[in-house]
């Protein structure tokens, strides 16, 4: 037996002690917004103590947590020093959207029905803190690597960004990183991803009476026009084709909406928030000039209408750096073995914030436990689940990796 065997071997042995690790990771909520995610920092820690891993404990300050929008962040980074050479690092992040509606399983249960996993960040991406712990554990049973160092890093604000986990790691010189691999699906190694533009507008009008309506401003009406602008940019997005890929073309979405004040009153004040998905290729700068445009020239058009426009977010995109090939050949060769196809290496139109590793010159990939697709993961949706095969091959694919790279 190889040592890829022995590896295999020794996770497929301890398989039933992983998913119970991702049971427990999965039913201590970190629902972002409002992201109160410090609590399973300190959970995760605690099992990780259990199994004889020691993480560091990285609390970001309340201001700047606040500052991000979120509640409580403390980030962990697991540092295992084998000997000279370089510096491997996994990421995963533990912050997840609401549930939201529809589920037809408890979102925070970890529930296991015919072979997959039920719950929210079963799939994005507590199921890769697993698949890194475990790949680590198998690595240091069986290959006792003797060169590098090897890191797991867990983070809480993807969802926001990346800028008080990653992003806040990097700034402080707490990791430096040679390589890096960072949470994903199975099927397909990612060497490039969109970017994300966000932006919150409010539209102002005066507020009336809807008896008389003409003594006020409808801010609603002046709302829906804008919108109506900002939807026909998907009509021009649709003529602009990435040459990476796995990634199409633009795309804006608005996903909320609120104001008024009552159904007999004319609103004086409507809110809305967009996320325009920016390809490889388009330079984020021009996008954001061009949507601020778009909204004015609309709003110049209706009397007594003014808007504020203010960003949210600028998540760059990833393009892949030259030094990410040890990476892709790693587990294209050992996703061909594990999963009996071959592993195309792609880009995707998520986000993700591996940007921030690429932005600071290091080499990076995504890949990690999931299936072929994010609409098969039900990410972001109700009933989010991961197939627990999924998991496994996933793990030996990392921990074969690692093999090969901790050299």
């Not at 921030?356 to 609409?375: C, D, H, M, N, W």
Request: aromatic content about 6%.
């Amino acid at each position: 037996m190889n040592n890829y065997e022995q590896l295999d071997a020794w996770i497929d042995s301890h398989f039933d002690e992983q998913v119970k690790f991702l049971q427990e990771l999965v039913r201590v909520p970190t629902d972002t917004p409002p992201g109160n995610n410090a609590p399973h920092a300190e959970r995760t820690a605690d099992l990780l103590q259990d199994m004889g891993i020691v993480a560091e404990k990285h609390a970001v300050p309340d201001s700047e947590v606040k500052d991000a929008g979120l509640q409580s962040i403390t980030n962990l980074l697991v540092r295992r020093q084998y000997g000279p050479g370089k510096t491997v690092l996994l990421n995963a992040h533990g912050d997840v959207v609401p549930p939201g509606e529809g589920w037809t399983k408890n979102p925070y249960g970890g529930e296991i029905e015919n072979d997959n996993i039920y719950g929210r960040a079963t799939a994005v991406s507590k199921c890769d803190f697993s698949t890194y712990t475990f790949a680590l554990r198998a690595l240091e049973a069986v290959a006792k690597p003797k060169a590098g160092t090897l890191e797991l890093l867990f983070t809480y604000d993807e969802e926001f960004g990346g800028g008080v986990g990653p992003g806040w790691m990097l700034k402080h010189n707490l990791i430096k990183p040679d390589l890096m691999i960072a949470a994903g699906f199975s099927y397909q190694v990612i060497t490039a991803h969109n970017g994300c533009l966000q932006m919150e507008v409010t539209v102002h009008g005066k507020m009336a009476h809807a008896a008389i309506p003409d003594s006020g401003v409808d801010a609603l009406q002046a709302a829906v026009k804008i919108l109506n602008a900002l939807y026909a940019q998907n009509t021009l997005y649709k003529q602009v084709t990435s040459k990476v890929e796995g990634i199409t073309h633009p795309y804006l979405n608005v996903g909320t909406i609120e104001g008024g004040t009552n159904t007999n009153v004319i609103p004086g004040r409507v809110t809305f928030k967009l996320d325009r998905r920016l390809i490889p290729e388009e330079n984020p700068a021009e996008v954001e000039a061009t949507l601020r445009k778009v909204i004015s020239d609309t709003a110049a058009e209706l009397p007594g209408i003014s808007v504020d426009v203010k960003r949210i977010l600028l998540a760059n995109s990833m393009r892949p750096l030259p030094g990410n090939t040890p990476l892709v050949e790693a587990i294209q060769k050992h996703g061909g073995a594990v999963f009996g196809e071959a592993i195309p290496a792609l880009g995707t139109p998520l986000y993700t914030d591996v940007r921030l590793f690429s932005e600071a010159g290091i080499p990076g990939v995504i890949y990690g436990a999931g299936p072929r697709t994010v609409l098969e993961s039900h990410a972001k949706r109700a009933d989010e689940r991961l197939n627990l095969e999924d998991l496994r091959r996933a793990t030996k694919v990392i921990a074969r990796s690692l093999a090969d790279l901790l050299v």
